[in-house]
């Protein structure tokens, strides 16, 4: 949105609304709780740990398992 505005000179309010886009989604910026970054880091970290975590109920037909 931004190189629209810059390349034609038209407001982000008129560039959004001539594109159908809401503007405070064009705005928006996404910031994650200080809080949970640990617990993200952990998730990260079993995730590549234990890739396959899951796999044998899945290919012995266990479906409902996972």
Aim: hydrophobic content about 40%; glycine content about 8%.
């Amino acid at each position: 949105m931004v190189l629209m505005c810059d390349a034609t000179g038209l407001s982000q309010r008129r560039a959004c609304r001539l594109t159908g886009l809401f503007l405070s989604a064009c705005r928006y910026d996404a910031q994650r709780p200080a809080a949970d970054a640990h617990l993200s880091g952990r998730i990260t970290e079993l995730a590549l740990e234990r890739r396959r975590f899951g796999y044998q109920a899945h290919r012995e037909g266990q479906r409902d398992v996972l």
